[in-house]
């Protein structure tokens, strides 16, 4: 009867902790610490099993069981406190419930259990330790993650506030330093009023101050439309040609004035039409270019190489473009950060340079947003080299067609190594047969010796700028030696309308302007075998102070009374009649009033009250007249971004210039539509 009493007592004892530690415990061992031995166990799983039979390989003790378990699978990092707060010294002195939390090893991994210990009075006095154990491997990562995900949060935040704080510093010193500029030098100039030179002087400084500015805030508008995510490219057709021209012409007078030797070669650049986003990559380049100015000291040089590489795309075309200059260089650790917004080298000579640090991060999501990338290199007191690398779609019959012109022979003379072999690379590329001459007297030399071989040559290329001896002295010592036989095309990479008539004077028949595209080659030798007319004389660009547009009428629609009154006297001193209408509703009410031809040219603001510019445009064009079909239509407007530009385009506006007014791009508007 005693054995069968503790029997029920231990059956009930066991019932009562089952049924307290919970289902989810796959393993459960009553632990009686007087005697340091396992009463009881249950065992649901492999995991719990596991347990179990370390505790039945001693018999049931506790302690070894224990140790044995902890050593064979429970995480060194784990160890020392199971092995501690589940001994018998701790289970005696505790006497509450608690719980830990170890890593076990096993053929997978590591996972996560937990041990929970209960303590239950025998009914007979004493008590019994019931200790239980469960994976909470699922739970623990999932908590882990969350920390992770909490503290990456958190670490974002700080990196945002951070960045928040050091944008706010740098806008506050970046635009406090022209607006400084501009206030002061406006000040200077009131105080000296009746002093010509020094107003002049210091309305000079304003301008550049104010260019500044505007470029800062231009940046920082555009950095801000790539990280929202709101920037659209532009598909549009273009030449790589006109592009680069573009990027010479705005540069030029940057490269004059530091004395910089620019040199442009061109290799293997078979498709020159394409399509894409050419306003987004004027910008990549006029930034590089710019860089490549601003941080090379006076009289260094620059390169700019163009080539066109494999491309494993149908009607896709692979470009690179290498900007190069041996100026002051970078160190690998600010290499590393370039493209981080508002950062630059800390360094004495680079903070006296003009930037925000918002170029190089605009370029390389531009380029990257076509598929393509920017790469650098760079060693401090070396130089800069930065590679980018683009993909264009080719326009169709872009292809370039010289049949007409294979195995001819032509002599290239041009002292500079590159520009040389890049032209007769070129020449050989398209079935010609090109010969290189370093100086004009090896010219002269050559071409005397063909002519007497009665074998002249198709062509002479000699460039203008060549020591001892220029293109023009060249062509004339050509000229007396074999005459008119051989048709001279003199190539520069600068305004040859300076050289023009004297190189005519001395005989050349054509010019060509660096850098050599084979569809510039191409077109020059159609016009010297009378397959295209001969070249328009090279005419000077016309400003707005030389420029006489008298007789000739302008609709101005701006809502702003002070910008209308800016348009207005910059209009007006090329003689242009103004007149102003308030906003677009009155401007499509004046165009449907007035007689055809009544005026020239329209300057449209877009932004406006009651109708916006352009409405006003569809409204004008939709009207039943070929004059408001015709009639050019201008957008003047502070919408300066490159979707702004195409969709002006969109509604049928001619042009786009962006406000604060530029006036060379002012003076080519009108040259282009009045003149």
């Not at 917004?341 to 003009?354: L, M, S, W, Y």
């Not at 510019?613 to 015709?630: E, H, K, L, P, V």
Request: some cysteine; hydrophobic content about 40%.
């Amino acid at each position: 009867m005693e054995e069968e009493r503790k029997h029920i007592k231990t059956l009930e004892t066991q019932s009562e902790i089952i049924e307290g530690i919970g289902s989810e415990y796959y393993s459960v061992l009553l632990v009686d610490p007087e005697t340091d031995t396992v009463t009881t166990y249950r065992a649901q799983d492999e995991d719990g099993r596991a347990i179990a039979e370390h505790f039945c390989k001693h018999n049931g003790c506790w302690s070894k069981g224990l140790r044995s378990y902890a050593e064979e699978l429970v995480s060194e990092e784990s160890r020392g406190e199971f092995i501690e707060k589940l001994s018998l010294d701790h289970i005696r002195a505790d006497g509450k419930d608690y719980s830990l939390t170890y890593e076990k090893h096993t053929d997978d991994g590591t996972i996560y259990l937990q041990a929970r210990v209960a303590f239950v009075e025998k009914k007979d006095g004493g008590f019994v330790a019931v200790v239980g154990t469960r994976n909470v491997d699922d739970l623990i990562k999932k908590e882990r993650q969350q920390e992770m995900a909490l503290q990456a949060a958190f670490d974002a935040a700080e990196a945002a506030n951070k960045a928040k704080t050091d944008f706010l510093s740098n806008m506050s010193h970046d635009i406090r330093t022209p607006m400084n500029g501009i206030i002061g030098m406006t000040a200077i100039a009131a105080s000296h009023i009746d002093d010509k030179e020094r107003v002049q002087d210091s309305l000079q400084k304003i301008t550049q101050a104010s260019k500044y500015l505007l470029s800062l805030i231009n940046e920082v508008l555009d950095m801000s439309k790539i990280e929202s995510g709101k920037v659209d490219l532009i598909e549009e057709e273009f030449k790589l040609s006109d592009l680069v021209d573009n990027l010479l012409s705005m540069t030029s007078s940057q490269i004059a004035e530091h004395h910089h030797e620019l040199s442009v070669n061109i290799s293997g650049v078979i498709h020159e039409e394409v399509i894409g986003d050419s306003l987004r990559i004027q910008k990549v380049f006029t930034n590089l270019m710019g860089n490549a100015v601003k941080f090379t000291p006076d009289g260094g040089k620059i390169r700019l190489s163009i080539s066109e590489k494999p491309s494993n795309q149908a009607e896709i075309g692979c470009y690179e473009f290498v900007f190069e200059d041996n100026g002051m260089g970078m160190s690998e650790e600010f290499m590393e950060k370039i493209f981080e917004p508002f950062t630059r080298a800390e360094d004495g000579c680079v903070n006296k340079i003009q930037g925000t640090g918002l170029g190089m991060p605009i370029s390389r999501n531009i380029v990257r947003m076509m598929g393509g990338d920017i790469k650098v290199e760079s060693k401090p007191g070396v130089g800069s080299r930065f590679t980018v690398t683009m993909y264009l779609r080719l326009q169709e019959g872009s292809d370039v067609q010289y049949d007409k012109f294979v195995d001819l022979d032509v002599l290239v003379a041009d002292d500079d190594e590159l520009s040389l072999e890049s032209c007769c690379g070129m020449l050989n590329d398209m079935g010609m047969k090109a010969e290189g001459v370093s100086t004009g007297a090896e010219a002269v030399d050559h071409i005397v010796l063909h002519h007497n071989q009665k074998r002249d040559y198709f062509a002479c290329i000699i460039d203008w700028k060549m020591p001892d001896m220029d293109g023009i002295a060249t062509t004339r010592a050509i000229r007396k030696a074999v005459g008119n036989d051989v048709p001279i095309i003199i190539i520069s990479a600068y305004d040859w309308s300076d050289i023009e008539q004297e190189a005519r004077a001395a005989g050349a028949n054509a010019f060509i302007s660096k850098p050599l595209f084979r569809s510039r080659l191409t077109k020059t030798f159609n016009t010297l075998v009378g397959d295209e007319k001969a070249q328009e004389p090279n005419i000077p660009f016309v400003d707005l102070k030389n420029m006489d547009l008298t007789g000739r009428r302008a609709l101005l629609v701006e809502d702003n009374e002070l910008n209308a009154e800016i348009a207005t006297v910059i209009l007006g001193t090329t003689g242009l009649a103004i007149e102003h209408v308030a906003d677009g509703t009155e401007a499509v009410d004046r165009m449907a009033s007035c007689k055809d031809g009544y005026y020239d040219i329209i300057f449209m603001d877009i932004q406006m009250p009651r109708m916006n510019g352009y409405d006003a445009t569809r409204a004008i064009r939709s009207m039943d007249r070929n004059y408001c079909r015709q009639v050019p239509i201008v957008a003047m407007t502070a919408n300066a971004f490159a979707e702004d530009v195409q969709a002006a385009k969109t509604v049928g506006m001619n042009e786009h210039i962006a406000k604060p007014l530029d006036l060379k791009s002012l003076a080519r508007t009108l040259d282009r539509w009045l003149n």
